[in-house]
């Protein structure tokens, strides 16, 4: 398969035990987070959270990067040519 996907029961667990924890919890401990294997110091970043979850960040940045061209698709065929 293109993308790989994996049985992931994260989201059904979190919203079990704290149902608004996506909306309340702010940018530390999110659940979408940035695909650096590294940060700038060099610590691991990326690795705890696969390891926790097997879920990719590339999904969701295929997810968003076609929601961006469908955007700019929609941005050009919504133009008005010759005053039509």
């Given at each position: 398969k293109?993308i790989p996907?994996y049985?992931d ?8 035990t ?5 909306w309340?919890n702010?940018v530390v401990g999110?659940?979408?987070?940035s695909g650096r294997?590294?940060t700038?110091t060099?610590?691991?970043?990326y690795?705890?959270i696969y ?5 990719y960040s ?19 065929n919504?133009?008005?040519?010759h005053?039509e």
């Amino acid at each position: 398969k293109f993308i790989p996907e994996y049985q992931d029961s994260y989201d059904s667990t979190i919203f079990a035990t704290k149902p608004g924890y996506k909306w309340l919890n702010g940018v530390v401990g999110g659940t979408v987070r940035s695909g650096r294997f590294y940060t700038v110091t060099g610590a691991e970043d990326y690795v705890s959270i696969y390891n926790e979850t097997m879920i990719y960040s590339r999904h969701f940045t295929f997810i968003f990067n076609t929601f961006v061209l469908l955007q700019i698709f929609n941005f050009l065929n919504s133009r008005k040519l010759h005053e039509e």
